[in-house]
């Protein structure tokens, strides 16, 4: 797939003319852009993608397995479609991503109606799995004639990572034909991947996701994700500073790079392997951390912080360089320094804590105690924390309650770390036992749900309280905000529904479409997975004027009226003034100062 790669009638399915796809994503930002990248590349192909699945023949759903609150919501579309193929059995379902390599064809033996299954470490493999799930189930449609149930059979298209998914040193060596589908991105400066609405789809895209490292090596117990996503690789440096350079090049503004554990970043040119002219990504070295400064940096290598330098050099039209998510141990001062001395790094971090309980820390198997933590972000802010310069840092965690053995006192503890953290948002789940976790192993989920629930509510309420007060702090102060779009609210208004990731690509969360880029419920268990950014809290303010929302450097929501005279389409995608003048929780609401046009 080119980047300038027109639509062409795609030559892998064949008889079926510019299939219509309805793809569905749950989950965190790594899933957002895997869905991106497929879209992409089916799209180069000659698909086409439709924004609901209604009218679509092929449909997938990108899942996340991090909890299971996640995972129901698939488990009830599949079953609904189960009774949609019935009348339409040429339909061809996809489920993509963790669940798909955490259950494997157990999943399809529980759901027939599954033709295509493909783990996360597989998705450049899609495009010749839906060609021959298309060519099975006409095969089956045929049988039928000759009475076999088709709409009860599956096609049984199948691309898992399964135990090679913690790579030897040999298997890192090899092709990484996954870095492929990362290097075909697509980055024309027009975002045109929306075939019901060609005009609405055809807009600069501001803001993207650049994925520097895939996988994790931390095993925390709780967690699947080393077991989905497989072991931690970072993708080369050249690789990422290109991709950025050309997201730049097509105007986009602001860049997330994502990683499981992003500052983990590191890349050893010396022990590169090349394939076919390209270098390939490298598996990540495990060391015993708490060093200050990557114990590897030298000039054969490309540290964290060396890579967030050059990125802020190589691509100056990029305002806003943010990373998530940061793994608080081995957070060294050589990147601390370099946001302090890039102005267009964000100051904004997300170093999730989990617990604030050493001996539930432990048996999470995090790494780290909670003192280290908090001299981590005490350290973080000696060195960020400039609000007189109008620089703060901000901060945002996630807490895991109810994890197994837990008690009063260590949630107290917990409420402890979040007083003392002063997060700006944290995200709050109550503990989910994961089939093939550690922690699901060995450890009863012991603490009652209702327990679970009231910690969750409790850890709630001081976060609120928290959230207050530093939006609070904004009030009489003057941000640039990088505008997203209309506000939820404005949008209700319209009665026009988000649309998200190009069109056709519906982001969800507990089954509600949201923005691409606005962010995720706050601190419950109900999202559809792991996103790390804050929801657009419902505004209250109904007025005659359009309300736009956007976001701070610290990553605040900021809604406001766009003055008479001006255009949204003008604003949306730009980094404007805007003076707060009231707030609400985790929301500021503020005026557009001075001129009407962008600062940027
Ligand atoms: N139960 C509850 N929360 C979990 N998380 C990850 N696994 C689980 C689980 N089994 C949370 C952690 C992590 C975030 C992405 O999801 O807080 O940081
Ligand atoms: Fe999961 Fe994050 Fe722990 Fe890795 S560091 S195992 S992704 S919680």
């Not at 539930?360 to 198997?365: A, D, E, F, S």
């Not at 007189?388 to 260590?410: A, M, Q």
């Amino acid at each position: 797939m080119g980047a300038a790669a027109e639509p062409r009638e795609p030559s892998t399915i064949p008889g079926m003319s510019r299939p219509r796809v309805y793809l569905e994503t749950f989950g965190c930002q790594m899933n957002e852009l895997d869905s991106e990248l497929v879209a992409g590349q089916l799209h180069a192909l000659g698909y086409r993608f439709v924004d609901g699945p209604e009218s679509a023949q092929v449909i997938l759903y990108n899942t996340c397995s991090v909890r299971e609150h996640a995972e129901q919501k698939v488990w009830s579309r599949l079953g609904e479609l189960a009774i949609r193929k019935q009348d339409d059995p040429a339909l061809v379902v996809g489920v993509l991503g963790c669940l798909a390599e955490r259950d494997g064809v157990a999943l399809v033996k529980r759901m027939p109606v599954v033709d295509v299954l493909c783990g996360p470490g597989e998705l450049d493999k899609l495009p010749a799995l839906l060609d021959n799930a298309y060519r099975t189930r006409r095969s089956l449609l045929a049988d039928r004639l000759t009475a076999t149930d088709a709409d009860r059979r599956s096609a049984s298209q199948i691309a898992l990572q399964g135990n090679s998914s913690r790579r030897s040193a040999t298997l890192a060596a090899a092709q990484d034909s996954l870095e492929m589908l990362d290097l075909s991105r697509a980055t024309s400066p027009l975002d045109t991947i929306d075939d019901d609405h060609p005009t609405a789809g055809a807009v600069r895209k501001r803001s993207a996701y650049v994925r520097i490292t895939r996988g994790c090596n931390k095993f925390c117990t709780y967690c699947v994700v080393p077991f989905t996503r497989g072991a931690e690789v970072h993708r080369p440096p050249e690789h990422i500073i290109d991709e950025c350079k050309k997201l730049a090049d097509a105007g986009v503004v602001e860049i997330t790079l994502l990683g499981q554990t992003v500052n983990h970043y590191r890349f050893e040119h010396g022990a590169a392997v090349t394939i076919g002219g390209v270098v390939q990504p490298q598996k990540g070295r495990s060391y015993a951390g708490g060093h200050r400064r990557d114990p590897f940096a030298g000039s054969n290598v490309t540290t964290f912080a060396d890579l967030l330098s050059r990125i802020h050099e190589a691509a100056p039209t990029v305002e806003r360089l943010r990373f998530v998510t940061s793994y608080p141990r081995d957070f060294g001062d050589d990147v601390l320094e370099a946001i302090r001395d890039h102005p267009r790094i964000c100051r904004y971090l997300h170093v999730p804590a989990q617990s604030g309980s050493d001996r539930i820390l432990k048996l999470m198997n995090r790494g780290y105690t909670v003192s280290e933590y908090l001299e981590f972000i005490d350290r973080a802010r000696g060195f960020l924390h400039q609000p007189e310069k109008g620089r703060p840092l901000s901060l945002s965690g996630d807490i895991i309650v109810g994890f197994p053995t837990e008690t009063d006192e260590d949630f107290a503890a917990t409420i402890a770390l979040v007083e003392r953290a002063r997060y700006k948002n944290c995200f709050i789940f109550k503990y989910s036992p994961r089939p093939g976790t550690t922690a699901y192993d060995k450890l009863a989920d012991d603490v009652p749900d209702a327990v679970k629930r009231a910690r969750n509510n409790a850890a709630l309420e001081v976060q609120s309280r928290i959230s207050d007060q530093l939006s609070r702090e904004a009030i009489g102060q003057t941000f640039d905000v990088f505008v997203e779009g209309l506000s939820r609210m404005e949008e209700k208004k319209r009665e026009r529904p988000a649309k998200a990731c190009g069109g056709g690509v519906a982001l969800t969360i507990g089954g509600n479409v949201i923005h691409s880029h606005a962010g995720v419920a706050s601190g419950d268990e109900d999202d559809g997975g792991c996103s790390t950014r804050a929801v657009e809290a419902p505004s209250d303010e109904v007025s005659g004027t359009t309300q736009l929302s956007g976001r701070t450097d610290g990553d605040q929501i900021v809604f406001f009226d766009l003055p008479s005279g001006a255009s949204a389409d003008e604003l949306v995608g730009r980094i404007v003034p805007v003076r707060i003048e009231r707030v609400q929780r985790l929301s500021l609401f503020g005026r557009l100062c001075g001129r009407a046009e962008p600062v940027r």
